[in-house]
């Protein structure tokens, strides 16, 4: 099966969750840093969704799934320990016509979860296709060698500077050759060494500007 990638949006978007031991917590506490609003369903928790639910981070709507469950619901992950029960919930949630991930049933997905890495703003999937999670996983680690913190803040950098340089209503052409110079420049390895004034020079060649280094401290900040 070929798949589609997307990347979804959840933020206060309802997510049902049935299941309730270690696998689901792991997709709860992920989904969790995606702002989603997450509603579960199991007869056991783990000791941790209990203080979720507790906290009113997560909410506990049954200990066992029923259909009238999905209403309002963007998106469904089966989590539980049987087959059977996550086959169900997959039929009734693409009756329905909600997203559904039926964890290790590829059959009973509509969508699959790839392995991640996550900088800031700069987020890398990893697939196969669910062929091999234990590879993906693999690639993933090895990505994040290449990948690391310094990219995070380059990141909020480039996108403090892409916003200031189209402000500009400099020629398309122009703006393109800025934004490439800045990407394939020093500025990276730069950040993760914080030198700063290395940073401040570059722009300034760059960016024909005088900008200090206050300013550029102040955009590596930015969110």
């Known amino acids: 099966m070929s798949y589609y990638p997307i990347l979804v949006e959840l933020e206060n978007q309802k997510v049902l969750v049935v299941g309730g031991g270690n696998v689901a917590q792991r997709k709860i506490e992920t989904l969790l840093q995606y702002g989603a609003e997450i509603l579960i369903v199991s007869r056991e928790l783990t000791d941790l969704l209990e203080q979720y639910v507790e906290?009113?981070?997560?909410?506990?709507?049954?200990?066992?799934?029923?259909?009238?469950?999905?209403?309002?619901?963007?998106?469904?992950?089966?989590?539980?320990?049987?087959a059977q029960i996550n086959e169900t919930v997959s039929i009734?949630?693409?009756?329905?016509?909600?997203?559904?991930?039926?964890?290790?049933?590829?059959?009973?997905?509509?969508?699959?979860?790839p392995s991640i890495i996550k900088r800031g703003d700069l987020l890398i999937?990893?697939?196969?296709?669910?062929?091999?999670?234990?590879?993906?996983?693999?690639?993933?680690?090895?990505?994040?060698?290449?990948?690391?913190?310094?990219?995070?803040?380059?990141?909020?950098?480039?996108?403090?500077l892409r916003k200031k340089?189209?402000?500009m209503g400099l020629p398309q052409e122009e703006n393109s050759r800025i934004f490439h110079e800045l990407v394939d420049s020093p500025i990276?390895?730069?950040?993760?060494?914080?030198?700063?004034?290395?940073?401040?020079?570059?722009l300034n060649r760059i960016l024909k500007q005088r900008l200090s280094s206050s300013e550029v401290k102040e955009y590596l900040k930015a969110r």
């Open 125 to 160: 999937a990893v697939s196969t296709s669910g062929k091999s999670p234990a590879l993906a996983k693999k690639i993933r680690k090895d990505l994040e060698t290449k990948f690391g913190k310094g990219y995070k803040d380059f990141l909020a950098l480039m996108g403090v």
């Open 188 to 202: 990276l390895e730069a950040i993760k060494e914080q030198d700063i004034d290395r940073i401040t020079s570059t």
């Open 165 to 167: 340089i189209l402000k």
């Open 55 to 82: 906290d009113g981070r997560i909410t506990l709507i049954g200990t066992d799934f029923d259909e009238k469950q999905l209403e309002d619901v963007f998106m469904v992950i089966a989590a539980t320990d049987d």
């Open 92 to 113: 009734e949630a693409k009756r329905n016509g909600i997203l559904i991930n039926a964890v290790d049933q590829p059959s009973d997905c509509t969508f699959i979860v």
